[in-house]
């Protein structure tokens, strides 16, 4: 299984990125062994909205719907924080971490 999700990895990085090498992230050392926040994206919910995925913030658990969402809350949580590794929340076969500031897309291995 892991096999496979560098593979899509690889793919996913050239299409956020342009490139299917990996870059490295300086950020690591903010990762903490952190619990999500919630089991949504609180804004949304408060907003009356949906959300096609989530984003758990590895600095602090913030939920938040993600970039392809009007709202972008987990975006604009990293805006807000400067916290800048996300990963996917409860989205089956994703398995990678994206740094805000680097714009790099990790394998999740790399924690």
């Not at 907003?47 to 989530?54: F, N, R």
């Not at 805000?100 to 999740?108: A, G, I, M, N, P």
Request: charge should be positive; hydrophobic fraction near 40%.
């Amino acid at each position: 299984m892991a096999a496979i999700h560098r593979l899509m990895n690889v793919f996913l990085r050239r299409a956020w990125t342009g490139q299917f090498t990996r870059r490295p992230c300086s950020h690591l050392d903010m990762v903490n062994d952190v619990q999500p926040a919630s089991e949504v994206c609180q804004q949304c919910v408060a907003l009356g909205d949906s959300w096609p995925a989530l984003r758990m913030c590895l600095t602090c658990g913030h939920v938040g719907c993600c970039e392809k969402t009007r709202n972008q809350h987990a975006l604009k949580h990293f805006q807000a924080t400067g916290h800048p590794l996300a990963r996917p929340y409860k989205e089956r076969g994703m398995n990678w971490i994206w740094c805000y500031l680097d714009k790099t897309l990790l394998d999740s291995a790399a924690t």
